[in-house]
């Protein structure tokens, strides 16, 4: 099987425009996810799904220099977008990720790729119960699943959030969630880019762990922000968007 991970991620974003290709250490946060994803050993191909707004190309432009494919289509039917992402690059399996997780755990992408790959569920994931922190988020199903969901719904909630009818509805897929190890039991920390707050903690989070290791773990990020009480206070109190 091919397992492929799809990054969703455009320019128009509601409360923080432009995040994915903010930067911090002269990189755009688009760019230290990949490179963050490449230690990931069990994932064959990254394609970045992106829109056909003019906005985005910029996004389309990094991924062409960063060496990594790029699909464009709505901006509104994410479902399709990613569907089409996955298909062009031949996966049979997606890892959905979205652009706006910057500071990804390698080993916890992994994680999930093994529950699913240990077979007996069409869908594995660490966001069905939350156990890691915000920005951890690893989704992984077929694209034949994903396929599946395309034809069974129009509604737009459906089509904007890729994998929500999936687990909308286990009766007609089968679900399995995988849980962070007490160490790394921390569902209320926000290390997701969506507001001003979010991206001065994840700056000073790569200003701070970056410079030692490109692949640093969520038990770094953890024992820094310990450490810095302080900068975690900068985004504690931002509301989380669920669907």
């Not at 994915?20 to 996810?33: G, I, S």
């Not at 999936?166 to 009766?171: A, M, Q, S, T, V």
């Not at 290791?213 to 504690?236: C, K, M």
């Amino acid at each position: 099987m091919k397992f492929v991970a799809t990054i969703e991620a455009r320019m128009g974003s509601t409360r923080l425009p432009g995040k994915v290709l903010a930067k911090t250490q002269d990189q755009p946060m688009l760019a230290l996810m990949i490179e963050r994803l490449r230690f990931v050993t069990a994932l064959d191909d990254i394609v970045v799904a992106t829109t056909i707004n003019a906005a985005d190309d910029a996004i389309a432009e990094l991924a062409g220099v960063l060496g990594v494919a790029c699909w464009r289509g709505s901006e509104d039917d994410v479902l399709q977008r990613v569907l089409d992402a996955a298909r062009s690059a031949h996966a049979d399996v997606i890892v959905e990720l979205t652009g706006d997780c910057p500071l990804i755990d390698p080993e916890i992408v992994g994680h999930v790729i093994q529950g699913y790959s240990s077979g007996g569920a069409d869908y594995v994931s660490n966001v069905l119960k939350r156990s890691y922190p915000i920005g951890m988020d690893t989704q992984v199903f077929a694209t034949d699943v994903l396929a599946d969901v395309a034809r069974r719904t129009t509604d737009p909630v459906d089509r904007e959030h890729v994998s929500l009818y999936i687990y909308r509805h286990p009766e007609l897929y089968s679900l399995r969630n995988v849980v962070a190890a007490a160490t790394e039991y921390r569902p209320e920390l926000r290390l997701t880019l969506d507001t001003r707050e979010d991206l001065a903690v994840i700056r000073e989070v790569f200003a701070a762990l970056r410079p030692r290791a490109t692949d640093f773990r969520l038990a770094d990020i953890i024992a820094f922000l310990d450490s810095r009480p302080e900068i975690a206070a900068i985004n504690a109190t931002v509301a989380h968007r669920y669907v």
